[in-house]
């Protein structure tokens, strides 16, 4: 199989998924309004298996529905440890000592089972190919592995694929083979993947950092969509400058401990910003070159594209009612 493309064989095979599977002509997809959930973090501490020291301590971190929270900070802050709790995998999964709690619209994550979370809570890793299945033939395939998972009907597992591949742009890497795409490619792929599963909740950790500016624009666009239609997310990104356009609100992570948190262009302006290992935005040090050199800016001008909180924005998936439970 070569690196431009699949091979005759997955390649007809891919042709006979893709022809069961396509919705009849002026039938878009109509994805299902999401149920709104809120994650709050409160008092919470992280200790791995095997250690003594605590990776997390004193977290107080909250995301509402339809809000996006950036948070960044200098490496082995415990950004991604963060994501692995606020998603319920630790300790389910990977075992440790949880201190405080966690809690996903009220319900603890301690009360929930991993099919619970994978319902719930979608979580996007920095290393795409560490979730790739490694069965799929096709990204067609990967994208519909979560959601053939939860026992969906075909029709409603092609049109979440449809819907999400388009959303991030990579429609046509469909009959590609998910393991001989570009680094960049494979992250849209498991962020697409993700997404298909149509969570509550995301946590992203690093989803932008393998993508050209096109690709993480595309990004920007899709998840400023779904926080529209009430997606809560939360997002590790040490482009500050994309979060300066995107995120709500923004914590600041030093040695496992909020240290900063608040309305986002005001803590990604805060002076004492780089001191603790995050680059501030280019609008903003732009403007502190400008002051140092006596040169009056105007702040309009320097004010980062934001999209309107309360617009809909055009990535958003048409909500209808939700078909009641068979």
């Known amino acids: 199989m070569s690196a431009s493309g699949p091979s005759a064989g997955s390649c007809s095979a891919w042709s006979c998924w893709s022809s069961c599977r396509r919705l009849p002509a002026g039938s878009?997809?109509?994805?299902?309004?999401?149920?709104?959930?809120?994650?709050?973090?409160?008092?919470?501490?992280?200790?791995?298996?095997g250690t003594m020291n605590r990776v997390l301590d004193g977290i107080d971190l909250e995301v509402r529905p339809g809000r996006i929270v950036g948070l960044v900070g200098p490496n082995e802050a415990g950004k991604s440890t963060l994501c692995l709790v606020a998603s319920g995998l630790a300790p389910l999964v990977i075992g440790g000592r949880l201190d405080?709690?966690?809690?996903?619209?009220?319900?603890?994550?301690?009360?929930?089972?991993?099919?619970?979370?994978?319902?719930?809570v979608g979580i996007l890793f920095q290393n795409p190919i560490t979730q790739m299945s490694g069965t799929s033939v096709t990204v067609y395939e990967e994208i519909a592995f979560g959601p053939r998972n939860l026992g969906l009907p075909v029709e409603q597992v092609a049109e979440r694929i449809e819907w999400a591949a388009?959303?991030?742009?990579?429609?046509d890497l469909l009959p590609r083979d998910p393991l001989r795409v570009s680094g960049g490619q494979a992250q849209l792929v498991a962020l697409a993947?993700?997404?298909?599963?149509?969570?509550?909740?995301?946590?992203?950790?690093?989803?932008?950092s393998q993508l050209d500016p096109l690709g993480t624009r595309l990004v920007?666009?899709?998840?400023?969509g779904l926080a529209g239609s009430g997606t809560a997310i939360l997002m590790v990104e040490h482009k500050t400058d994309l979060l300066a356009r995107l995120a709500d609100e923004v914590a600041v992570l030093v040695g496992g401990r909020i240290v900063r948190s608040g309305p986002a262009l005001e803590v990604l302006s805060d002076p004492e910003l780089a001191g603790m290992g995050v680059e501030p935005p280019s609008d903003v040090r732009l403007r502190r070159a400008a002051n140092e050199a006596g040169v009056e800016l105007d702040p309009a001008w320097l004010r980062p594209e934001r999209p309107d909180p309360e617009r809909p924005s055009a990535a958003d998936p048409p909500a209808v009612a939700k078909p009641a439970a068979p």
């Open 220 to 224: 920007q666009g899709a998840l400023s």
């Open 166 to 171: 388009d959303l991030v742009g990579i429609a």
């Open 28 to 49: 878009p997809f109509r994805e299902p309004a999401n149920q709104r959930m809120s994650l709050v973090l409160a008092g919470v501490g992280y200790t791995y298996v």
């Open 100 to 120: 405080g709690s966690v809690a996903q619209e009220g319900t603890s994550t301690k009360d929930l089972t991993v099919r619970d979370l994978g319902q719930r």
């Open 193 to 208: 993947a993700v997404l298909a599963l149509r969570p509550a909740v995301l946590v992203l950790d690093e989803p932008t």
